[in-house]
């Protein structure tokens, strides 16, 4: 691999030229890592929601042309001036948000959420220098949150890369880069459910799945799904889901009807849908005295969460979360590390394979609802 560094890499890359429109497989120019970063052989991706969101453009500005893409495994091709932590052949999760190890937030034991390097969906280039590291016949194409994955080559701050075991398989690993962990640490590292407790999932999608894998790790003994698609709850209950309920099958808030279920409501609940009104509902739902409820899904801009002040007064909880409160560089190898353990279970997250070819058939998946997480095979 080394033969490459410091040059220039031509390599194929989906790449979007504009909203909505199909993505296209062109030969990019991909330049080398400059200071504190790291250029990645992409080796396996999948498609998450939020690629798909930033795609279609409808709710959110995009920039195009662009490569999108964030949850992937690959390998370092080479390391830019000032990278000490990486080295080309070193196994990696690149992930869209970052640790710098030097802010305020790094440096705390409650937040990943860096000053430097958290998630930003509006830049398109690199932070070093302010340009991108891909062009088409010297014409820029725009970064996405710091990764870019839908391509065959990428660079990427040092500090959104996480190096893992390399017994790991990356064809499985790939997906704990985004949406699985995002799920797993809401339940792990903020709800904190005890052994024996109940535990409600709002939204059935990978994420909440991923939730629900949380709540079963942690011992839960009833786990309530909410979903407004029914179709979903016999997928749910390989991921440890005991009972259902969908909204639409009652005539009263679905908070009521988990209240009647548990005799007072959940221990905790985890929202991951981004509905506002199911977030009020995943609050609403918990028990007073000691319920803690856990915002994941990111809602519409213009939302407003409104309760009465006595459901907070009655001793709820309402707590958010980012990116499961994991911070990249530290703690996604220990993430890799439980299902190298065969704690996780990260198979049953992966339910279709598509060669990079046929990217677009994923993003056919993604809108149609089919599956949890296709991954797309780069080689």
């Known amino acids: 691999m080394s033969s490459t560094a410091g040059k220039v890499i031509k390599c194929k890359a989906a790449v979007a030229w504009e909203a909505g429109k199909p993505l296209v497989i062109e030969e990019v120019e991909v330049a080398p890592p400059q200071k504190m970063e790291v250029r990645l052989k992409i080796l396996f991706t999948s498609l998450c929601h939020t690629d798909v969101y930033f795609w279609e453009a409808k709710a959110q500005d995009s920039i195009f042309p662009r490569i999108l893409g964030h949850e992937a495994a690959g390998i370092v091709e080479s390391v830019g001036e000032g990278v000490t932590e990486l080295v080309p052949g070193d196994h990696v999760l690149p992930v869209f948000t970052g640790e710098c190890g030097d802010c305020a937030h790094c440096k705390s034991e409650e937040s990943n959420m860096c000053t430097l390097l958290r998630i930003n969906v509006e830049r398109g280039v690199m932070i070093n220098d302010g340009k991108s590291r891909f062009s088409i016949n010297g014409k820029p194409i725009y970064h996405f949150v710091g990764t870019s994955t839908f391509s065959e080559y990428t660079v990427a701050h040092v500090g959104c890369v996480a190096k893992i075991n390399p017994l790991a398989p990356l064809d499985k690993v790939c997906v704990l880069s985004c949406g699985i962990s995002t799920g797993l640490g809401a339940t792990l590292n903020v709800a904190k459910p005890k052994k024996g407790s109940s535990v409600a999932i709002f939204g059935l999608g990978a994420v909440g799945l991923a939730a629900a894998e949380g709540a079963r790790l942690a011992g839960a003994s009833r786990i309530i799904g909410v979903d407004l698609n029914s179709g979903r709850f016999e997928e749910a209950k390989k991921f440890g889901v005991t009972e259902f309920v969908n909204p639409k099958d009652h005539d009263e808030p679905v908070q009521n009807v988990i209240a009647k279920m548990t005799d007072g409501g959940v221990d905790r609940s985890v929202e991951c849908t981004g509905n506002i009104g199911a977030m009020i509902s995943a609050f609403e739902c918990v028990h007073d005295g000691w319920g803690v409820a856990v915002l994941v899904g990111v809602p519409h801009k213009d939302a407003v969460f409104k309760t009465h002040p006595m459901n907070v007064l009655n001793e709820r909880?309402?707590?958010?979360?980012?990116?499961?409160?994991?911070?990249?560089?530290?703690?996604?190898?220990?993430?890799?590390?439980?299902?190298?353990?065969?704690?996780?279970?990260?198979?049953?997250?992966?339910?279709?394979?598509?060669?990079?070819?046929?990217?677009?058939?994923?993003?056919?998946?993604?809108?149609?609802?089919?599956?949890?997480?296709?991954?797309?095979?780069?080689?």
């Open 317 to 379: 909880t309402l707590k958010g979360t980012f990116f499961g409160n994991y911070k990249p560089r530290s703690d996604l190898p220990a993430v890799v590390e439980m299902y190298m353990n065969k704690e996780l279970e990260v198979g049953k997250f992966i339910t279709r394979e598509v060669p990079f070819a046929e990217i677009n058939k994923a993003f056919e998946l993604m809108l149609k609802g089919e599956g949890l997480r296709c991954i797309i095979r780069m080689e």
